[in-house]
T-cell receptor, first 112, second 114 residues
Framework: DAGITQSPRHKVTETGTPVTLRCHQT?????MYWYRQDPGHGLRLIHY???????DKGEVSDGYSVSRSKTEDFLLTLESATSSQTSVYFC???????????FGQGTRLTVV | KQEVTQIPAALSVPEGENLVLNCSFT??????LQWFRQDPGKGLTSLLL?????REQTSGRLNASLDKSSGRSTLYIAASQPGDSATYLC?????????????FGQGTRLTINP
Protein backbone atom coordinates (compact mmCIF):
# COMPACT_ATOMS: atom_id res chain seq x y z
CA ASP A 1 0.00 0.00 0.00
CA ALA A 2 0.90 3.67 -0.21
CA GLY A 3 2.18 4.16 3.31
CA ILE A 4 -0.94 5.87 4.60
CA THR A 5 -1.29 6.48 8.31
CA GLN A 6 -4.47 7.76 9.87
CA SER A 7 -4.62 9.15 13.38
CA PRO A 8 -6.25 8.65 15.71
CA ARG A 9 -7.57 5.17 14.91
CA HIS A 10 -10.42 5.49 17.39
CA LYS A 11 -12.01 8.52 18.99
CA VAL A 12 -15.03 9.21 21.13
CA THR A 13 -16.06 12.83 21.39
CA GLU A 14 -18.99 14.86 22.63
CA THR A 15 -21.53 16.67 20.51
CA GLY A 16 -20.48 20.21 19.74
CA THR A 17 -16.75 19.71 20.15
CA PRO A 18 -14.26 20.21 17.31
CA VAL A 19 -12.42 17.17 16.04
CA THR A 20 -9.46 16.87 13.67
CA LEU A 21 -8.47 13.68 11.92
CA ARG A 22 -5.08 13.37 10.31
CA CYS A 23 -3.94 11.50 7.22
CA HIS A 24 -0.22 11.15 6.55
CA GLN A 25 1.25 9.59 3.42
CA THR A 26 4.82 8.78 2.51
CA UNK A 27 4.46 8.16 -1.25
CA UNK A 28 4.37 11.78 -2.43
CA UNK A 29 0.97 11.20 -4.06
CA UNK A 30 -0.62 14.34 -5.42
CA UNK A 31 -4.26 13.45 -4.74
CA MET A 32 -5.71 12.83 -1.29
CA TYR A 33 -9.29 12.08 -0.27
CA TRP A 34 -11.49 11.75 2.78
CA TYR A 35 -14.37 9.27 2.65
CA ARG A 36 -16.84 8.14 5.26
CA GLN A 37 -18.30 4.65 5.41
CA ASP A 38 -21.73 4.04 6.85
CA PRO A 39 -24.02 1.00 6.78
CA GLY A 40 -26.54 1.36 4.00
CA HIS A 41 -24.64 4.20 2.37
CA GLY A 42 -21.32 2.62 1.56
CA LEU A 43 -18.35 4.90 1.01
CA ARG A 44 -18.99 8.55 0.23
CA LEU A 45 -16.53 11.31 -0.61
CA ILE A 46 -16.31 14.19 1.85
CA HIS A 47 -13.47 16.34 0.47
CA TYR A 48 -10.44 15.87 -1.68
CA UNK A 49 -7.19 17.61 -2.50
CA UNK A 50 -5.38 17.81 -5.81
CA UNK A 51 -2.29 19.57 -4.47
CA UNK A 52 -0.93 21.59 -1.59
CA UNK A 53 -3.55 24.15 -0.59
CA UNK A 54 -5.84 22.91 -3.40
CA UNK A 55 -9.01 21.28 -2.11
CA ASP A 56 -12.58 20.76 -3.22
CA LYS A 57 -15.85 19.45 -1.86
CA GLY A 58 -17.22 15.98 -2.29
CA GLU A 59 -20.81 14.83 -2.04
CA VAL A 60 -21.19 14.99 1.77
CA SER A 61 -19.05 18.00 2.72
CA ASP A 62 -21.48 19.87 5.00
CA GLY A 63 -20.06 20.17 8.52
CA TYR A 64 -16.53 19.29 7.43
CA SER A 65 -13.48 21.29 6.42
CA VAL A 66 -10.05 20.22 5.24
CA SER A 67 -6.58 21.58 4.95
CA ARG A 68 -3.44 20.53 3.16
CA SER A 69 -0.36 22.57 3.95
CA LYS A 70 2.12 19.85 2.99
CA THR A 71 2.04 17.15 0.34
CA GLU A 72 2.11 14.40 2.93
CA ASP A 73 -0.63 15.61 5.29
CA PHE A 74 -4.37 16.04 4.79
CA LEU A 75 -6.46 17.09 7.77
CA LEU A 76 -10.19 16.66 8.17
CA THR A 77 -11.92 18.88 10.74
CA LEU A 78 -15.38 18.56 12.15
CA GLU A 79 -16.01 22.08 13.38
CA SER A 80 -18.79 21.08 15.78
CA ALA A 81 -19.33 17.34 15.89
CA THR A 82 -22.85 15.94 15.64
CA SER A 83 -24.15 12.42 16.20
CA SER A 84 -24.76 12.07 12.44
CA GLN A 85 -21.00 12.30 11.97
CA THR A 86 -20.47 9.07 13.86
CA SER A 87 -18.82 6.96 11.19
CA VAL A 88 -15.67 5.30 9.99
CA TYR A 89 -13.47 7.76 8.11
CA PHE A 90 -11.02 6.66 5.47
CA CYS A 91 -8.23 8.56 3.84
CA UNK A 92 -7.16 7.63 0.32
CA UNK A 93 -4.38 8.75 -1.99
CA UNK A 94 -3.33 8.34 -5.57
CA UNK A 95 -0.52 9.61 -7.73
CA UNK A 96 -2.61 10.77 -10.67
CA UNK A 97 -6.33 11.18 -11.37
CA UNK A 98 -6.54 7.85 -13.20
CA UNK A 99 -4.12 5.79 -11.17
CA UNK A 100 -4.74 3.23 -8.48
CA UNK A 101 -6.27 4.53 -5.26
CA UNK A 102 -4.90 3.36 -1.90
CA PHE A 103 -6.72 3.57 1.40
CA GLY A 104 -5.67 3.98 5.00
CA GLN A 105 -6.83 1.77 7.86
CA GLY A 106 -9.62 4.09 8.92
CA THR A 107 -10.60 6.13 11.96
CA ARG A 108 -13.66 5.07 13.91
CA LEU A 109 -15.29 8.22 15.29
CA THR A 110 -18.14 8.12 17.77
CA VAL A 111 -19.97 11.32 18.67
CA VAL A 112 -21.98 11.02 21.89
CA LYS B 1 -25.89 10.18 -11.56
CA GLN B 2 -23.62 7.17 -11.57
CA GLU B 3 -24.79 4.27 -9.45
CA VAL B 4 -22.91 1.05 -8.75
CA THR B 5 -24.60 -2.18 -7.75
CA GLN B 6 -23.11 -5.41 -6.50
CA ILE B 7 -25.24 -8.52 -6.40
CA PRO B 8 -25.40 -10.69 -4.38
CA ALA B 9 -24.81 -8.86 -1.11
CA ALA B 10 -23.43 -12.06 0.41
CA LEU B 11 -22.03 -15.28 -0.99
CA SER B 12 -20.88 -18.46 0.72
CA VAL B 13 -18.98 -21.18 -1.16
CA PRO B 14 -16.84 -24.19 -0.24
CA GLU B 15 -13.09 -23.95 -0.41
CA GLY B 16 -11.54 -24.72 -3.78
CA GLU B 17 -14.39 -23.45 -5.92
CA ASN B 18 -13.94 -20.90 -8.64
CA LEU B 19 -16.32 -17.98 -8.25
CA VAL B 20 -17.44 -14.76 -9.88
CA LEU B 21 -18.42 -11.52 -8.21
CA ASN B 22 -20.51 -9.04 -10.14
CA CYS B 23 -20.47 -5.27 -10.40
CA SER B 24 -22.76 -3.17 -12.56
CA PHE B 25 -22.82 0.57 -13.17
CA THR B 26 -25.47 2.78 -14.72
CA UNK B 27 -23.37 5.16 -16.81
CA UNK B 28 -20.87 3.69 -19.23
CA UNK B 29 -18.83 6.91 -19.25
CA UNK B 30 -16.12 5.94 -16.80
CA UNK B 31 -12.38 6.48 -16.62
CA UNK B 32 -11.64 3.27 -14.77
CA LEU B 33 -12.94 0.66 -12.36
CA GLN B 34 -11.15 -0.63 -9.30
CA TRP B 35 -11.76 -3.71 -7.16
CA PHE B 36 -10.98 -3.71 -3.45
CA ARG B 37 -11.26 -6.14 -0.58
CA GLN B 38 -12.08 -5.09 2.94
CA ASP B 39 -11.53 -7.27 5.98
CA PRO B 40 -13.70 -6.61 9.06
CA GLY B 41 -12.58 -3.49 10.88
CA LYS B 42 -9.87 -2.80 8.33
CA GLY B 43 -9.21 -0.48 5.46
CA LEU B 44 -9.63 -1.20 1.78
CA THR B 45 -6.95 -3.14 -0.04
CA SER B 46 -6.65 -2.51 -3.75
CA LEU B 47 -6.87 -5.64 -5.86
CA LEU B 48 -7.08 -4.56 -9.48
CA LEU B 49 -7.51 -1.40 -11.51
CA UNK B 50 -8.95 -1.57 -15.02
CA UNK B 51 -8.77 1.47 -17.26
CA UNK B 52 -11.73 2.18 -19.54
CA UNK B 53 -9.70 1.14 -22.58
CA UNK B 54 -8.89 -2.28 -21.11
CA ARG B 55 -10.97 -5.45 -21.16
CA GLU B 56 -9.36 -7.30 -18.27
CA GLN B 57 -6.62 -7.37 -15.67
CA THR B 58 -5.08 -10.30 -13.85
CA SER B 59 -3.25 -10.64 -10.57
CA GLY B 60 -2.47 -14.10 -9.33
CA ARG B 61 -5.73 -16.00 -8.82
CA LEU B 62 -7.78 -12.90 -9.57
CA ASN B 63 -9.05 -11.80 -12.93
CA ALA B 64 -11.22 -8.76 -13.45
CA SER B 65 -13.07 -8.02 -16.66
CA LEU B 66 -14.73 -4.86 -17.86
CA ASP B 67 -17.52 -4.46 -20.40
CA LYS B 68 -18.04 -0.74 -20.44
CA SER B 69 -20.81 -0.74 -23.03
CA SER B 70 -23.00 -3.00 -20.92
CA GLY B 71 -21.97 -1.40 -17.65
CA ARG B 72 -20.58 -4.55 -16.10
CA SER B 73 -17.45 -5.85 -14.45
CA THR B 74 -16.73 -9.25 -12.95
CA LEU B 75 -14.09 -10.39 -10.52
CA TYR B 76 -13.15 -14.02 -10.99
CA ILE B 77 -11.44 -15.78 -8.09
CA ALA B 78 -9.86 -19.12 -8.91
CA ALA B 79 -9.41 -21.96 -6.42
CA SER B 80 -10.90 -20.04 -3.51
CA GLN B 81 -9.30 -20.24 -0.06
CA PRO B 82 -10.59 -19.39 3.43
CA GLY B 83 -8.24 -16.40 3.41
CA ASP B 84 -10.26 -14.95 0.54
CA SER B 85 -13.16 -14.38 2.93
CA ALA B 86 -13.80 -10.63 3.01
CA THR B 87 -16.08 -7.98 1.58
CA TYR B 88 -15.30 -7.16 -2.03
CA LEU B 89 -16.05 -3.67 -3.30
CA CYS B 90 -15.97 -2.28 -6.79
CA UNK B 91 -15.69 1.42 -7.52
CA UNK B 92 -15.83 3.44 -10.71
CA UNK B 93 -14.33 6.80 -11.48
CA UNK B 94 -17.05 8.63 -13.40
CA UNK B 95 -16.19 10.12 -16.75
CA UNK B 96 -17.29 13.66 -15.89
CA UNK B 97 -14.32 15.89 -16.54
CA UNK B 98 -12.86 16.81 -13.17
CA UNK B 99 -14.98 14.31 -11.29
CA UNK B 100 -12.55 13.08 -8.70
CA UNK B 101 -14.62 10.82 -6.58
CA UNK B 102 -14.90 7.08 -6.75
CA UNK B 103 -18.45 5.77 -6.73
CA PHE B 104 -18.63 2.58 -4.72
CA GLY B 105 -20.96 -0.37 -4.72
CA GLN B 106 -22.26 -1.71 -1.42
CA GLY B 107 -20.01 -4.73 -1.65
CA THR B 108 -20.35 -8.51 -1.68
CA ARG B 109 -19.51 -10.27 1.57
CA LEU B 110 -17.73 -13.47 0.60
CA THR B 111 -17.31 -16.44 2.92
CA ILE B 112 -15.16 -19.40 1.91
CA ASN B 113 -15.97 -22.47 3.98
CA PRO B 114 -13.11 -24.91 4.74
Amino acid sequence: DAGITQSPRHKVTETGTPVTLRCHQTENHRYMYWYRQDPGHGLRLIHYSYGVKDTDKGEVSDGYSVSRSKTEDFLLTLESATSSQTSVYFCATRQGPDTEAFFGQGTRLTVV
Amino acid sequence: KQEVTQIPAALSVPEGENLVLNCSFTDSAIYNLQWFRQDPGKGLTSLLLIQSSQREQTSGRLNASLDKSSGRSTLYIAASQPGDSATYLCAVRPGDQGAQKLVFGQGTRLTINP
